[in-house]
């Protein structure tokens, strides 16, 4: 069977002074189409650096990672941002929406990018708004909208591409309570219809809101299973550590 994301033995290893620093250490995961996944884990973790090597935004030092049946852990950077383009769409805490564009030309901007023709790329940006209820706002600019609209907006961005994985990072860092169960109450009803959704957070709270929890902890998978499972739940006394991935500029 291939899995659409598949990490065998990945090490990612950062110098520090003298010293090396596993970030990964030896991690081997799986994630199928239609999953809702959440990687969770402290500061300093490793899920930062898993969503990087899975975003196609950084290599492994060792080990290989499978996207689609296609090994991309050897790509050279050109090579990996046209399977960022093709494959993946990323959510991130900040909306990233350009200011003195549309809402329907922010959604349509990696299309723009892509060489998608101007007809095909307004349909499909139209389609992706529709999906997050905002086709009514097509015309806004950003600043017109309140945070978790815009955070919405740049869901329908990522849904554009029709991408086979959406990689959400904190999605909901920087919005009020309310409005962050709102946000994952459409990416559970985005993956209800059909959609894989890779979660990255440290809050378990929100972990709990996927289907698995893979459980990262000094770059080595703790636990991976059902995320209702007691032993999902980090226990109180897991140490806090400064992110190597954020220390190397790797986020």
Known sequence: ??????????????????????????????????????????????????MNIIGCLDVPTSGSYHLGGVDVSTMDDDQQAEIRNKMLGFIFQQYNLIPKLSVLENVELPLLYAGVPAEERRDRAIRSLERVGLADKWKHLPSQLSGGQQQRVSIARALAGSPSVILADEPTGALDSRTGREVLSFLKQLNREGDTVVLITHDNSIAVRADRIIRLQDGRIIYDGDAHDPRAVVQPDEPPEADIAEQEGAV
Do not use: R
Request: no cysteine; proline share 2%; net charge negative.
């Open 1 to 50: 069977m291939t899995h659409l994301i598949e990490l065998k033995d990945v090490y990612k290893i950062y110098p520090m002074g003298d010293e090396t620093v596993h970030a990964l250490d030896g991690v081997s995961l799986s994630i199928d189409q239609g999953e809702f996944v959440a990687i969770v884990g402290s500061s300093g973790s490793g899920k930062s650096t898993a």
